[in-house]
Every structure is written in structure tokens, then in C-alpha cells.
């Protein structure tokens, strides 16, 4: 997905920004299916979730809008904020607390109605800029089959600052033992720059 920055957010000066470009999805069994579309998502700085919603008044907050965010369609909706909720989860499964930005990666709800397959949850060290392509740190993200678990992946090497990480260089890694996968499954990819690229491979087993 390509970054596009309306200029509503510009003129804000927000760091979120609004994603473009296209979802794939196949599948090899029981019979061989592939189809493919444009699409849009948000990507949220989590810091920015009070404000976000200034940008146009058809967006809102916590109440029906052209488009509206819902602290309960996210992770952990029982903790009011959603950024401490996601950065206790990650210091807890990898040690690191996340100490720059948090970008939530979803579909807000459409005229009230909400569908998420799966949201990502970005984190970055502190001063990168992931508009200017910085790698994150830590990947978290929602089982799209079981939305009550939730997988982490981080990279197996360390990586240069704002260098792509390539295919099978991420490593996922259980949450309160919440994932598990079989080994050797290169099942996510990212690719830095102006552009997010990820590949989930769901023969990984999620318990």
C-alpha cells in the first residue's frame, strides 16, 4: 500500500496518514481461488486518536459518521487507552516498550458499519518517522480467525534504520502463549519506504 497524505491532514500536521492500494488474497485448498481490489486504510498514530477526527466533520468519534472510530472494535477495549493497552501488550511478549510511534493500520467503521479481517499495530522507536519510511520495531496483530488472539513479530536481525526488511527476516513470536506457527514459514514480509507491503501465510496455527 502506497502512502496518500489528503491535505486536511497536511494542514493539521498530523503524522497519521491514509493508505492506497491493493489486497490479494488466494488460496490453494480444498479448491485453488484468487481474487484481487483496490482498497484504503488508515493509519492511525495512536497519539493522534483525540484528534484524528478534526480533520473533517464526517469523521467522528464514538458516535455514528460517514466515517467513525469505536475504542471497542480495538485491542483490549476494556483499557480506555488504547495506545497504553498496546504498547503494556508488547512490552510484556518482548521486553521492548515502544518509545516512538504507534500506528494503528485498519478500516474505520463505513456509515456505522465495521469490518476488520485483520488490524496491525506498528511500533517504532523513538524519532522514526514511518511517513518517511522507517521499519518498525514490532509488528502486533489480531488473529483474523480468532480475534481474541494476537501474534507478535519482530525482526530476527537487527536492521538498519529506514532499510527494507526482507522476506523471512521477521520471526513471530508467542503472546501468553497465544500464537503458535510451524517453523520455517516465512508468513509476513514488510518492505520499507512510502510504501507498506505485508504477506500473512495462514497455514500457522493459532491456539
Not at 477495549?77 to 494503528?104: M, Y
Request: charged fraction near 15%.
Amino acid at each position: 500500500m502506497n502512502a496518500a497524505l489528503p491535505q486536511n491532514m497536511v494542514a493539521n500536521q498530523l503524522h497519521s496518514q491514509w493508505l492506497e492500494g491493493t489486497i490479494r488474497h488466494r488460496r490453494k485448498a480444498p479448491v485453488r481461488h484468487e481474487f484481487s481490489y483496490s482498497t484504503g486504510m488508515l493509519a492511525l498514530d495512536l497519539r493522534e486518536w483525540p484528534s484524528i477526527t478534526h480533520i473533517s466533520r464526517l469523521f467522528s468519534l464514538e458516535c455514528f459518521n460517514w466515517l467513525s472510530l469505536y475504542r471497542r472494535d480495538y485491542f483490549r477495549p476494556e483499557t480506555d487507552n488504547l495506545l497504553q493497552a498496546v504498547s503494556d501488550q508488547v512490552q510484556q511478549a518482548t521486553g521492548w516498550r515502544p518509545d516512538g510511534a504507534v500506528q494503528l493500520i485498519t478500516h474505520p467503521r463505513y456509515f456505522g458499519y465495521v469490518f476488520n479481517p485483520v488490524s496491525f499495530y506498528f511500533c517504532y522507536h523513538a524519532g522514526d518517522r514511518p511517513d518517511h519510511g522507517a521499519v518498525p520495531r514490532v509488528i502486533m496483530l489480531r488473529s483474523p480467525i480468532h480475534p481474541g488472539k494476537i501474534a507478535m513479530c519482530t525482526a530476527s536481525k537487527p536492521q538498519a534504520r529506514n532499510q527494507p526488511v526482507p522476506a523471512g527476516a521477521l520471526s513471530a513470536s508467542s503472546s501468553a502463549n497465544a500464537f503458535t506457527y510451524r517453523p520455517s514459514i516465512p508468513w509476513i514480509s514488510i518492505t520499507s519506504g512510502r510504501s507498506v507491503s505485508a504477506a500473512l501465510n495462514f497455514e500457522s496455527t493459532w491456539v
